[in-house]
């Protein structure tokens, strides 16, 4: 090996290292975004109609900054209609990749980590996708009616856009659910679990963000959970269990179980950490705004490795 190969695999390793090392999502636009869903005069529930279409036009503002491909899907539901709002990237390979998050809320709350979080996650996804060479195809996809009383029926949003990917034939190469990913704690007992021996495997702080998968999960999550583990961004843990265990289906990747799809969902756990969950205390303010970005930033450098 020459002297000048081995000082540009240096340079390589070193642009490399530091890329990785420095947080790539921009913590002032996500606290934008969230204070732009959160902070209104109605919430998302799926009794203001208005509301959760000024949300599904909020999102489908910013998408059309960063995509040209992108639409709303339309369903509906005891006579109101409801949206889901769709970004694409990458338009030009067969195979595609799902990246969801809902943006309804359970009641009277602003829902900052249950959805918002997530929803921001798809956000500014779009921004950090926006010029990249993928190998795939990118699916942003905001649902609406994830929560009560809809939670668990086919009028789901990801239900529909599940099921619309099977009618149409569309060649899924796996789906991520991102479900509350700004909630840390890095005190002890801030982490409960299902079953509490757990705690003996994964720590009672709530430090980390977690890769939940059912058993036989396929190949697309295989790969995503090494890939993602891989980038070493923030502390990460998988969770790999049946349906059974609460908490391992409760967000949108379980539709996408139901067509065969492999998914699954990124999360910090929920109310198993996270005791503001449906409650109005879920605010912005509780939210860990750094490690969130940190959270994006490993979905967005897995989905361009693999």
């Given at each position: 090996m020459t002297t000048q190969k081995r000082i540009s695999i240096l340079i390589f390793l070193f642009v490399t290292s530091y890329c990785f090392a420095t947080t790539i999502s921009d913590t002032t636009i996500i606290k934008s975004h969230l204070t732009a869903i959160t902070k209104t005069g109605k919430f998302r529930t799926y009794?203001?109609?208005?509301?959760?279409?000024?949300?599904?036009?909020?999102?489908?503002?910013?998408?059309?900054?960063?995509?040209?491909?992108?639409?709303?899907?339309?369903?509906?539901?005891?006579?109101?209609?409801y949206k889901n709002v769709i970004c694409s990237f990458g338009t030009e390979n067969k195979k595609r990749i799902i990246?969801?998050?809902?943006?309804?809320?359970?009641?009277?709350?602003?829902?900052?980590?249950?959805?918002?979080?997530?929803?921001?996650?798809?956000?500014?996804?779009?921004?950090?996708?926006?010029?990249?060479?993928?190998?795939?195809?990118?699916?942003?996809?905001?649902?609406?009616?994830?929560?009560?009383?809809?939670?668990?029926?086919?009028?789901?949003?990801?239900?529909?856009?599940?099921?619309?990917?099977?009618?149409?034939?569309?060649?899924?190469?796996?789906?991520?659910?991102?479900?509350?990913?700004?909630?840390?704690?890095?005190?002890?007992?801030?982490?409960?679990?299902?079953?509490?021996?757990?705690?003996?495997?994964?720590?009672?702080?709530?430090?980390?963000?977690?890769?939940?998968?059912?058993?036989?999960?396929?190949?697309f999550v295989r790969k995503f959970c090494e890939k993602y583990k891989s980038t070493k961004v923030i502390r990460t843990k998988k969770f790999t269990g049946p349906p059974a265990i609460p908490g391992i289906d409760f967000s949108d990747h379980l539709n996408y179980w139901k067509f065969d799809f492999s998914a699954l969902m990124l999360t910090d756990t929920a109310f198993f950490r996270n005791k503001n969950y449906h409650e109005p205390t879920d605010t912005m303010e509780t939210l860990d705004i750094k490690r969130m970005a940190k959270v994006i930033d490993g979905v967005f450098r897995t989905l361009t490795m693999l």
């Amino acid at each position: 090996m020459t002297t000048q190969k081995r000082i540009s695999i240096l340079i390589f390793l070193f642009v490399t290292s530091y890329c990785f090392a420095t947080t790539i999502s921009d913590t002032t636009i996500i606290k934008s975004h969230l204070t732009a869903i959160t902070k209104t005069g109605k919430f998302r529930t799926y009794k203001n109609i208005d509301q959760l279409n000024k949300t599904a036009d909020y999102i489908k503002t910013i998408f059309n900054q960063y995509s040209d491909s992108v639409f709303i899907q339309e369903y509906s539901v005891n006579g109101q209609v409801y949206k889901n709002v769709i970004c694409s990237f990458g338009t030009e390979n067969k195979k595609r990749i799902i990246v969801g998050a809902h943006y309804d809320v359970c009641d009277n709350q602003e829902g900052a980590d249950d959805n918002a979080s997530g929803v921001v996650g798809l956000l500014e996804l779009s921004r950090l996708l926006k010029g990249q060479k993928l190998n795939q195809r990118i699916d942003l996809v905001a649902y609406s009616l994830e929560e009560p009383p809809y939670f668990r029926t086919e009028y789901m949003g990801s239900y529909i856009h599940a099921k619309s990917l099977v009618d149409n034939k569309s060649e899924v190469y796996g789906m991520i659910s991102l479900e509350m990913i700004a909630y840390f704690k890095d005190k002890k007992k801030s982490q409960s679990y299902p079953i509490g021996l757990l705690s003996l495997f994964y720590g009672n702080k709530g430090n980390y963000i977690t890769l939940v998968k059912k058993f036989g999960a396929g190949q697309f999550v295989r790969k995503f959970c090494e890939k993602y583990k891989s980038t070493k961004v923030i502390r990460t843990k998988k969770f790999t269990g049946p349906p059974a265990i609460p908490g391992i289906d409760f967000s949108d990747h379980l539709n996408y179980w139901k067509f065969d799809f492999s998914a699954l969902m990124l999360t910090d756990t929920a109310f198993f950490r996270n005791k503001n969950y449906h409650e109005p205390t879920d605010t912005m303010e509780t939210l860990d705004i750094k490690r969130m970005a940190k959270v994006i930033d490993g979905v967005f450098r897995t989905l361009t490795m693999l």
